[in-house]
Nanobody
């Protein structure tokens, strides 16, 4: 089992920045693909960014150039640096992880709703005001 705990959400004004963190614990002695997803009220969950175990990262078009996904293997922590935030970025943000097998790759999972992922955190709220 893998446990994921997000933190770092909050309320900011448009143009501001936030850094989300996702601490990973449990059985992690395997290669994982990890991702950030978000869901706004009344909308479907969507991919934001994903990163393979080798560090190869992919982003949704809506956040390219503004968000950066990274991970610190020693700290077992996944990050999402969010800059130039917009009101439309407001959502609950979730961290997700899945064993890196065929079909689970950052370049493909980021375009979906996260159905490939088995492990999810509880979410952290991000609110951006105009």
């Amino acid at each position: 089992q893998v446990q994921l705990v997000e933190s770092g959400g909050g309320s900011v004004q448009a143009g501001g920045s936030l850094r989300l963190s996702c601490e990973v614990s449990g059985y992690t002695d395997r290669n994982y693909c990890m991702g950030w997803y978000r869901q706004a009220p009344g909308k479907e969950r969507e991919g934001v960014a994903a990163i393979n175990d080798d560090g190869d990262a992919s982003y949704a078009d809506s956040v390219k150039g503004r968000f950066t996904i990274s991970k610190d293997n020693a700290k077992k922590t996944l990050y999402l640096q969010m800059n130039s935030l917009k009101p439309e970025d407001s959502a609950m943000y979730y961290c997700a992880a899945e064993v890196a097998v065929i079909g689970v790759d950052a370049r493909t999972v980021v375009d979906g709703s996260g159905s490939e992922f088995s492990y999810w955190g509880q979410g952290t709220q991000v609110t951006v005001s105009s």
